[in-house]
């Protein structure tokens, strides 16, 4: 157990959260590992840090991380409008959403989509396995074509790729990744946490006990085999100097909106993170190849987040108080007199 | 010696197409009859579209000032081929028929006077304007009628003013239409009287203003600290939070910064607009939603996890006919024991029962201090004959009280208890517990929201007994809720062995029943329900007399179903059900035909 403390003064310890009660060896423990390391070393507020999520196994999993922060496990697909209306309330908080494939591309499709036609502020990691865990190994609707069933059936509808979907909606931060690559996943993390605006995160999971299989595209095996990284990602946070040395013309600079910079390094083809129908072919292509693209897919740094657009102040609305909201009596009197 | 014309007792009706403009005329007619100090109650009986199909506008005038809808049209104005022959046959027999001259009256009833107006014509030649020529010929009618019924031209020149308020270009374009009506009249019809007419007077109306419920309730919320709103378009709630828009532009945003301090946003749908307000209440801000019986369904779920996780939230029904492909124009409370228990499992809400314009400004701020008080989904029941006329009213009051935020636990709050403090620990014993908001600076102050399976510190259960004890305790705050519950209005004065009860908007019915039944030596009692859970008292009113009324606009006596379940054994004989659900407004013959009836078998026996 490490006693270091972060640059808030806090140790790893207090990013931790209850014991977990999903299977030994999914995917989501290792996404929650990571999302411990990755917010003890931003040096997140946990009095900030807002945990929101649908139903699922990943879900659940809000629990398993920063104790101290205020969670809300709400209803099936509608995370995305518990978090657009906790976060309205009080700008400051930093919202952070937890769901699954089932939760977002299914039950919540239309939710998930307007989250991100908003652009809510809000980092929204979608656990994704291909399977309905706690229901005992239904397909979701991200398996995909020729996909096996753990009892033999094999898929034959098209699966929703929810980068795909983010990224035909102008989605400001879209990324895959995969729970087993904490390297790529902790700084992209991060990124999407600095990042103002929806920050989509699809982190392929292994379902060990339902969708771990031969013949699963979702399986530890599978990810491991197809997994086609299109950067290097570094995160160096705004607290800290830049000080990578890499080779004129390999990397990528990213600010992202609290002074934070994401330094990509290209790995297997000429890929514009600001390029956007540019990046929907690559996925597709990719697809065709059989293989997963993962790393940093889209960012636009310069579109405008939900609160910002809709005028509000930054100080929190559940703050303000009779003096500040109702009408002046003068006012109140006026309309009055109008309505005669 | 002929008997004078009835002075400003009557009802009038325009028929109209739908999107012809005519509601700006039938405004300014309404609005410049209220100025010469004469009650006015206006229904408008719209059809679910945009433009093309029948729609009435009816306008009570009554020297009692009574608002409820009555009967059939004394003076109609006819517009619409369409219905032209089915109007003309529900006028009154001896009132007057303003028609579009190229309708044929030949063969038709003799015993109205007819007035025919070649309004197309007149339209034609007399509007200049090619655009606005199909709005303005509505103008013509008025200056007709206010020819027909005495109305002094300066008060349609002041009704124009009042309801094109905003739009000061609109006011000479709409006078001149209307004089073009009303020169029609005295060159045409100056010397022809008929039964009824219009007579400046005083005494009923002064002082009072005009608003339709749901600007009222818009009011009421920006009144009562709303700061976030979530909507999803339907008949008939968009324009409370329409006006909700209206209000936030003018009186919440900061002038100097373009600061807005309130969030309203148009859902993608209803559980979207519930979701957004959950998730506000949920980290203190005072949320609302407003929506109608469809929308109502989506919200079920919510609805159901906000009882469960006790989150403040309002939530306003503004009920109409059901479902969607019903008759979603017309009116109806029908979805009082659906709001009632509302989702799945054990849930019961608190329901407002507002009555006027009035309540539905001050049941706002009443919702958001209950909402936050008890920390659970407060509904408010309002409906389409509510929501979406104007009805008369004494201006609103100024609030004095301040915001009751209810049992929030602070960063000092949590200093003082050295962080020792449980989300579900029932500390004062009124079922109602301590929460924390997120953002609140202290290492104690997180907890994990969930349903139902959690114990009294907010720690993950499945253990049957902590979840039972959490549902007694829920139901203890129930309670606490139901003596903090806007109380019934009782008028008992009567000394009579029958009562009535009603709620919502039946009460204007009510009133009118009562003097037409006193006028014929049958005083009766009164109970107006304003809230659900049931007050207590109800019972005393109940005991106190030998037969009790319900009466309702649904078509199953839902109000009467939950009384005979509340109240006890021996009291639930006492109850009769009285109800009316055509879609119209209940009008007073509804209550005092069948209650005579009813009345009349009891002496038989």
Redesign the interface.
Known sequence: MSATLNHIGLTRDAYKG?ATTLCAGCGHNSITNHLVKALYELGVE???L???SGIGCSSKT??YF??????????HG?M???????????R??LMLGVSGDGDTVSIGL??F??LMRRNVDCTYIIEDNGTYGLTKGQFSATADVGSVQKRGSVNTYQPIDPCAVALTLGCSFVARSFSGDGKQLVPLIKAAVAHRGTAVLDVVSPCVTFNDHDGSTKSYSWVKDHDEQIQDVTFIPFFEEISVDYEPGTTKEVELHDGSHLVLKKLSEDHDPTDRIGTMRMIEEARERNQMLTGLLYIDESAQDF?TR????TR???????V????S?E???T??S??? | MTPGPTINDLMFQAATVNGSGSQSANLVLTRAIFSMGIPVAPKNVFPSNIEGLPTWYQLRISPKGYQARAGEPDVLVALNPATWTKDLKGVKPGGAVIHEAAYSTAGARDDVSYFPVPFAKLAKSRIANDNLRKQLTNMLYVGVVAGLLDIPFDAIEHGIRRTFQTKPKAWQVNVDAACVGYEHWQENFADRRIGHALQPMSGVTDGLVLIEGNQAAALGCVMGGCTVAAWYPITPSSSLCENLITYADRFRVDQASGEKKIAIVQAEDELAALGMAVGAGWAGARAMTSTSGPGISLMAEFSGLAYYAEVPVVIYDIQRIGPSTGLPTRTSQADLGFVYTLSHGDTKHLVLLPGTVEECYEFAQEAFDLADRFQTAVFVLSDLDLGMNLWMTPPFEYPERSFDRGKVLREEDLERLEGRWGRYRDVDQDGVTYRTLPGTHHPAAGYFTRGSGHDEDARYTEEAEAYARNMDRLVRKFESARAAMPAPVVDATAGSPIGLIAFGTTHHAVVEARDLLRERGMPVDYLRVRALPLSASIAAFVRGHERVYVIEQNRDGQMYDLLRLELPVELAGRLRSIRHYDGRPIPAESITRPLLELEEAVAVL
């Open positions: 209850a946990p009095h900030l807002a945990k929101m809000p629990a920063v104790d101290q922060a205020h969670g809300f496990n709400g209803v509608r995305p409008a518990l978090t657009t209306g906790a976060g309205l309330a009080n400051k908080l239309g939710g989509m307007h609160a809709e005028s509000l102040p929190p609305l559940r703050d303000y108080g009779e500040e909201l109702r009408i009596r006012d109140f009197a309309h009055m109008e309505l005669a």
